[in-house]
T-cell receptor, first 111, second 115 residues
Framework: EDKVVQSPLSLVVHEGDTVTLNCSYE??????LLWYKQEKKAPTFLFML????IEKKSGRLSSILDKKELFSILNITATQTGDSAIYLC???????????FGKGTTLSVSS | GAVVSQHPSWVICKSGTSVKIECRSL??????MFWYRQFPKQSLMLMAT?????????EQGVEKDKFLINHASLTLSTLTVTSAHPEDSSFYIC???????????FGSGTRLTVV
């Protein structure tokens, strides 16, 4: 059975800290791994990863995929209170199939 | 970039009534759309895959007669919650993908409250 496992499930840090969120997966016909940030409404897209070892960066966020070990990490440096959200990891399989989501990591950044 | 529009954003309805939620791809054609459900503090759970011009594919445990899906055009999929009950209260989100080079785009979601 396909599955996506995120850890930790929740995390509380202080502003300025660096955090690493983990995502491991077991999915047949893997095509891509995606990270989303969800605040009050629908998830907003962060990264899509398809190749191992290539870091993707966007400001203070970065992510990398290891297709051999079947995991990805999402790093957030110099965290801010606005980073508080649920971070969802999802894996896409065959074309035309839905994403499989992990349970998410709830990040709380205190000032 | 790809935009998916979902309406309504929130709805309150009485038990026993039906509610229709629309999901539109605004600048691309989507032969396939996905419907998810999310309970508070939980992740997104796939309910069904909506295919243009054919029947939707439902996930195990999702009642197809209760959650009616219609994908009549390449830009519109609808989810109708029939005979709604309080336990159907949830956050419903649709998603579509423009092509293999893009991530999946989500609608803004619909918060349904059944009283």
């Amino acid at each position: 059975e396909d599955k996506v496992v995120q850890s930790p499930l929740s995390l509380v840090v202080h502003e300025g800290d660096t955090v690493t969120l983990n995502c491991s997966y077991e999915v047949t016909n893997f095509r891509s791994l995606l990270w989303y940030k969800q605040e009050k409404k629908a998830p907003t897209f962060l990264f899509m990863l398809t190749s191992s070892g290539i870091e993707k960066k966007s400001g203070r966020l970065s992510s990398i995929l290891d297709k051999k070990e079947l995991f990805s990490i999402l790093n957030i440096t110099a965290t801010q209170t606005g980073d508080s959200a649920i971070y969802l990891c999802a894996v896409g399989g065959q074309a035309g199939t839905a994403l499989i989501f992990g349970k998410g990591t709830t990040l709380s950044v205190s000032s | 970039g790809a935009v998916v529009s979902q309406h309504p954003s929130w709805v309150i309805c009485k038990s026993g009534t039906s509610v229709k939620i629309e999901c539109r791809s605004l600048d691309f054609q989507a032969t396939t759309m996905f419907w998810y459900r999310q309970f508070p503090k939980q992740s997104l759970m796939l309910m069904a895959t909506s295919n243009e011009g054919s029947k939707a594919t439902y996930e195990q445990g999702v009642e197809k007669d209760k959650f009616l899906i219609n994908h009549a055009s390449l830009t519109l999929s609808t989810l109708t919650v029939t005979s709604a009950h309080p336990e159907d209260s949830s956050f419903y989100i649709c998603s579509a993908r423009q092509d293999a080079n893009y991530g999946y785009t989500f609608g803004s979601g619909t918060r349904l409250t059944v009283v």
